[in-house]
């Protein structure tokens, strides 16, 4: 199917434990995004790509890997999870424009 | 460093209403300014943009308008409808996108 799509939608993870979401798009759009979504602080960049293997901190890197081997492929890993990260998790992909991206469903990750 | 922010955290209008929604920004470098949809339970939706070098931008019951001069940022919704209900994003965009916190609006028939 065409789009972009998270997996999964739900995990509870332990506190220590590492963790990777995954985000697929079919577009080819060169640019993707992970997002993490708290109340009171609406979407915040965790890191970003605009190309494989190019990738860039955003405004909350700490705590996160990411890699780029493929163009349809941009995994996040949590190392090691901690409680504050748990979150609403929405990965992203645009075109060169950067403009209209369009979001996944989003992963709900909680730490316990 | 860059920040993209709204003025109101909510917004309440009577359906048939025009709806404005404010957003500050700090970054003049971006190339783009954005509004999104968020309604509950998904993921940010893409409503209309304007590039940096313009100033007004309409699409269907959307206008954007941008001020450089005072670095804001506004979208106008026509008619609001019940659908119209959910949270509301400003972003900037200069190769990464960043987001503003969101004003939700509620629409009351």
């Known amino acids: 199917d065409a789009g972009i799509t998270q997996s999964p939608r739900y995990k509870i993870t332990e506190t220590g434990r590492q963790v990777t979401l995954m985000c697929h798009q079919t577009?080819?759009?060169?640019?993707m995004f992970w997002y993490r979504q708290d109340l009171g602080h609406g979407l915040r960049l965790i890191y970003y790509s605009a190309a494989a293997d190019i990738t860039d901190k955003g405004e909350v890197p700490d705590g996160y890997v990411v890699s780029r081997s493929k163009t349809e492929n941009f995994p996040l890993t949590l190392e090691s999870a901690t409680r504050s990260q748990t979150s609403v998790y929405f990965c992203?992909?645009?075109?060169?424009?950067?403009?209209?991206?369009?979001f996944g469903q989003g992963t709900r990750l909680t730490v316990v | 460093g860059e920040s993209v922010g709204l003025h109101l955290p909510t917004l309440s209008v009577q359906e048939g209403d025009n709806s404005i929604i404010n957003c500050a920004y700090s970054n003049s470098a971006s190339d783009y300014f954005i509004w999104y949809k968020q309604e509950s339970g998904k993921g940010p939706q893409f409503i209309i943009d304007?590039?940096?070098?313009?100033d007004k931008r309409q699409g269907q019951r959307v206008t954007v308008l941008l001020n450089k001069t005072v670095k804001h940022l506004s979208l106008q919704i026509a008619a609001t409808q019940p659908g119209d209900s959910a949270v509301y994003f400003c972003a900037g965009s200069q190769g990464n996108l960043i987001f503003g916190k969101g004003t939700k609006l509620s629409v009351k028939p």
């Open positions: 992203a992909s645009c075109g060169p424009a950067v403009s209209e991206a369009f």
């Open positions: 304007i590039r940096s070098n313009m």
């Open positions: 577009w080819s759009h060169s640019y």
